[in-house]
Structures are given as structure tokens and as C-alpha cells.
């Protein structure tokens, strides 16, 4: 693969032992990403040659993009939609890139404000990820309530003032890598020839939605309003406990976040899709269970041919894959005829070659 600039792999100690730090790390660029164009089947790169996931997306494209097919598709109607984490960037780097994102503000932002129990989480949360070691049910289940009180009381300008500096740190247990770097090459292909053949993609994920914004802008061709994710309340500064119906915004009035509001996940997908989309899409790609909704929302009553792509997490050696559950997702991917994406044996590379595991 070509790369402009190479830097020394950094020690592994140097990755872990400071996540604050940010240090030189040079791999794929966001620039470097953002310049991914595939208008044509023989453009895919980043594709082993023989995937059948790939050849699968290309015939499909060609069939409903073909005036003369008796599946075409019109313009208005190619509509595809993505998960996030897992499917369009690293889930495993080492936890939901949300959660990493604000676990570090909770615990190295000194204008963050939160109870002395929600820092205790966000430590105990840190202290598992850190150490790239799994993270308890406890804390798991319930980090949407508790590692979001991060957010509370940020803007939108100091919410991306932050994720710029939070993009800049170093994945934990990858080699030259930062959290902006951490899409999957491939994927970001597939968005760029799905566009050239005129499909507007949207992102539809779990983690919350301002921080999606923040991670796609200038990599992934996506507009703002074409990501859905998980909701925070927003408020005026003034505003109190005034309803928001009720409530008149001032000038004095600054806007800012809430704790989160709405998760978007498994039914609530779907639920987004037609609240905000309108139109049910053609392709969905996703990489787990939270994603079935969707998947089956695409392809039950479609009036226009339909696809599924489920990624797999199977990549032991590139990636910290979890082969149990990518042959759960396997299995009941074929139950429910979904195509499936395997890391291991469909992608010539994930975020490029000088990126290696570091245990």
C-alpha cells in the first residue's frame, strides 16, 4: 500500500502507559482516507481480489443502476444505510470509540464536572480499557447512563474543540494509529463507489450522534444531517427545568447538551430510519445484533431489490476479532439469507499495513 510518510513504530509502552499524551504517530491520514475514490468495480484496493462480498455489492450495484434491468432502482430510492462502530470504524479500539471519548473527558478534562461516582465509573471503566482487559457486565450494561454525564453541559463548539484533540491520541493497543485514523479502508471504498453510482448513504449508529459528526467530518462524504446516533438532551443555557415547549430561547442563551436522551439501537434504528429518512433503504450494513432491526427493516416488503452486509469480526491477527461471535453473527446470517463480510478473509488490509496489534 502507498503511503507520502512513515514514522518508527512506536514502543508499545508508549501506548499504554500514557493515552493523554499525544505524541508523533504517522499511518493513514484523515486526509489520506477523505482521498479514497472508487467510481468503478476495478478501483476496490483495499479488497483481496477474490471476495465474494465484494463481487457480490459490485453485481448488485450494476444490476440496479442499469436503466434496461428489471431491478433498477431510480435515484431517489438508492438509499443505503451504516452502522458505525464495528462496520465503518474500529469497535475494539479498545472499547465503542463513544465511550473511550468520554471516559478521557470525564477523567483529563479539568472543566468537566461530574459526581464523585460517575468519575468512579469512568476510572473503573478506564482502568479495563487501559489494560485492553474485558470490561466488567457491571459497567458495561450501563454506560450509556453513566459514562454520557461527560457530555452534559458541553456545546456544540467545545464538544468538537475536544473530539479534535481526542482524534490526535493514539489507539490503545494498535501501532500507528490515532481515534480519527480508525476507519476501515475498505469500507470507506464502498461508501465512495456506492455515492459514485449516485446512492445517498446515511450513517445510522448507536454511538451519539454529535460525536459521529465530529469523527466523519472530512473522512467520510456524509453530510450532518444524513448521520443518525444516539441523542443527548438539548438545552438552553437558561433554561433550567422549563420544558422546551414552554421555554423562549434568548440571546443570552448559549445551546448545550444534556445527559443523553435517547439510545439508538435494535428497534430504535428503525424507528430513526423512518422518523428522519423517510424512505426505506436498499442496502444496510452493520456488524451485530443491535443492527438486526435494520437489517430486516430493509429487506421485509421492499419494493426495490434489497441487500444486507453483515461485517464479521473474525480477525485475530490484524484486529482484536472475537471469532465466537463472528460465527454467532455467521450463523444467523445465513438463517435470514444476509450476505456477510469477513475481516480476516475479505479485506486486503483494515486500517493499513503499518498498523499492528501491540499485545
Not at 465511550?99 to 461530574?114: I, K
Not at 428522519?276 to 438486526?292: H, R
Not at 463472528?326 to 475481516?343: Q, V, Y
Request: net charge neutral; glycine share 6%.
Amino acid at each position: 500500500m502507498k503511503r507520502k510518510h512513515f514514522a518508527s513504530i512506536l514502543a508499545i509502552t508508549a501506548m499504554l502507559t500514557s493515552f493523554t499524551m499525544t505524541g508523533t504517530i504517522e499511518g493513514a491520514s484523515r486526509a489520506e482516507l477523505a482521498a479514497i475514490h472508487v467510481n468503478k468495480a476495478g478501483n476496490f484496493q483495499y479488497w483481496n481480489r477474490d471476495s465474494a462480498a465484494k463481487e457480490k455489492l459490485v453485481s448488485y450495484v450494476k444490476d440496479v443502476t442499469n436503466p434496461k434491468s428489471p431491478h433498477f432502482i431510480p435515484v431517489e430510492h438508492r438509499l443505503a444505510v451504516f452502522d458505525m462502530d464495528g462496520t465503518l470504524l474500529g469497535e475494539r479500539t479498545p472499547s465503542y470509540t463513544d465511550g473511550v471519548f468520554y471516559a478521557d473527558r470525564v477523567l483529563h478534562d479539568p472543566n468537566c464536572q461530574v459526581s464523585a461516582e460517575d468519575k468512579k465509573f469512568a476510572q473503573d471503566y478506564w482502568d479495563a480499557i487501559s489494560q485492553r482487559k474485558p470490561v466488567p457486565p457491571e459497567i458495561d450494561n450501563n454506560l450509556y447512563n453513566k459514562l454520557y454525564a461527560g457530555l452534559a453541559g458541553m456545546t456544540p463548539q467545545s464538544l468538537d474543540t475536544y473530539a479534535q484533540g481526542f482524534m490526535k491520541k493514539p489507539v490503545i493497543g494498535l501501532t500507528n494509529l490515532t481515534y480519527g485514523e480508525a476507519f476501515y479502508m475498505p469500507m470507506v471504498e464502498v461508501i465512495s463507489y456506492l455515492q459514485s453510482n449516485d446512492f445517498t448513504c446515511y450513517i445510522v449508529s448507536a454511538s451519539d450522534r454529535p460525536l459521529v459528526r465530529a469523527l466523519t467530518r472530512d473522512v467520510i462524504h456524509i453530510r450532518p444531517n444524513q448521520i443518525i446516533g444516539s441523542d443527548p438532551q438539548i438545552v438552553a443555557s437558561h433554561q433550567g427545568n422549563t420544558d422546551g415547549g414552554s421555554y423562549q430561547m434568548t440571546y443570552e442563551d448559549t445551546i448545550q447538551y444534556g445527559t443523553l436522551d435517547r439510545v439508538n439501537e435494535k428497534m430504535n434504528k428503525v424507528s430513526s430510519i423512518v422518523r428522519e429518512i423517510g424512505i426505506q433503504p436498499v442496502l444496510a450494513f452493520g456488524n451485530s445484533s443491535g443492527d438486526y432491526s435494520m437489517f430486516r427493516y430493509t429487506l421485509k416488503d421492499n419494493p426495490y431489490k434489497a441487500e444486507v452486509f453483515n461485517v464479521l469480526c473474525d480477525d485475530t491477527q490484524r484486529e482484536y476479532g472475537r471469532p465466537e461471535r463472528a460465527e454467532r453473527d455467521k450463523k444467523t446470517s445465513d438463517e435470514n439469507g444476509w450476505n456477510t463480510i469477513s475481516m480476516k478473509n475479505d479485506w486486503k488490509t483494515i486500517y493499513g499495513d503499518n498498523v499492528k496489534k501491540t499485545n
